[in-house]
T-cell receptor, first 113, second 113 residues
Framework: ETGVTQSPTHLIKTRGQQVTLRCSSQ?????VSWYQQALGQGPQFIFQ???????GRGNFPPRFSGLQFPNYSSELNVNALELDDSALYLC????????????FGPGTRLTVT | DAKTTQPNSMESNEEEPVHLPCNHS???????IHWYRQLPSQGPEYVIH???SNVNNRMASLAIAEDRKSSTLILHRATLRDAAVYYC??????????????FGKGITLSVRP
C-alpha cells in the first residue's frame, strides 16, 4: 500500500509569486485535505476535496485554491505569496464514510522571501 | 469545534509508561476523541480514537473518563522513537465527509534514555 506523497519537498519563492504544491493520496482514499503548519504551531485546516469538489474550507483567503483529479491526487495553489505564507504544507488523505482516520504526507516546506 | 486543553510538555524515561492527559470539558455527544502524533520532520500520524469506551491498539491505549470531559493517552513502554508532539482532537461525527481535524499546540513528549 503506497502512502501519501507530496512534492516538492522544499521550495523557495519570492513575495508576490505563485506556487503549486502536489499531493498523491493513499490508495483507496477519495478525500484529500490540506493543512498549513507554521513553525511551533499545530496544523491549520485550509480546505478539503471530495469527488473533485471543495468540501469544506478553513479561514484562508481565496488566493489559496485547490484541485482534485479523477485519480484523487490534488494540488494546492497559492497566489500573490506573502511572507506569512512561509510554512509546512501538509496533505492528508482519507476514505469518506470510513473511520475518518487521516493519513498525512511528509509535507512541503515553503519559504517566501 | 470543541476545544481541548493539554499541558505544553512532558518528560518520561525510556521503557516506562507515559500518561498524556487531555481536557475537553465542552465535548458534545457526537464528538469522537482522536489522538495524532507528529515526529520531528514528519507529518502527523494517527494514533488512536474513541467515543465512550476505553480503546487499545498496537500503539497505545485511550482511557476516557466516564463523563467524557477528559481522556488520557497511555503509552505502555516509552521508547526514544515516541518522542513527538501529541495532539488530542475532537471530531464531530455529524460532519460526515467534511472530516477536518482541528489541531491545538499539542503536548511535546521528551523521552530520556
Amino acid at each position: 500500500e503506497t502512502g501519501v506523497t507530496q512534492s516538492p519537498t522544499h521550495l523557495i519563492k519570492t513575495r508576490g509569486q505563485q506556487v503549486t504544491l502536489r499531493c498523491s493520496s493513499q490508495s483507496g482514499h477519495n478525500t484529500v485535505s490540506w493543512y498549513q503548519q507554521a513553525l511551533g504551531q499545530g496544523p491549520q485546516f485550509i480546505f478539503q476535496y471530495y469527488r473533485e469538489e471543495e468540501n469544506g474550507r478553513g479561514n484562508f483567503p481565496p488566493r489559496f485554491s485547490g484541485l482534485q483529479f479523477p485519480n484523487y491526487s490534488s494540488e494546492l495553489n497559492v497566489n500573490a505569496l506573502e511572507l506569512d505564507d512561509s510554512a509546512l504544507y501538509l496533505c492528508a488523505s482519507s476514505r469518506a464514510g470510513g473511520s475518518y482516520e487521516q493519513y498525512f504526507g511528509p509535507g512541503t516546506r515553503l519559504t517566501v522571501t | 469545534d470543541a476545544k481541548t486543553t493539554q499541558p505544553n510538555s512532558m518528560e518520561s524515561n525510556e521503557e516506562e509508561p507515559v500518561h498524556l492527559p487531555c481536557n475537553h470539558s465542552t465535548i458534545s455527544g457526537t464528538d469522537y476523541i482522536h489522538w495524532y502524533r507528529q515526529l520531528p520532520s514528519q507529518g502527523p500520524e494517527y494514533v488512536i480514537h474513541g467515543l465512550t469506551s476505553n480503546v487499545n491498539n498496537r500503539m497505545a491505549s485511550l482511557a476516557i473518563a466516564e463523563d467524557r470531559k477528559s481522556s488520557t493517552l497511555i503509552l505502555h513502554r516509552a521508547t526514544l522513537r515516541d518522542a513527538a508532539v501529541y495532539y488530542c482532537i475532537l471530531r464531530d461525527t455529524n460532519t460526515g465527509a467534511n472530516s477536518k481535524l482541528t489541531f491545538g499546540k499539542g503536548i511535546t513528549l521528551s523521552v530520556r534514555p
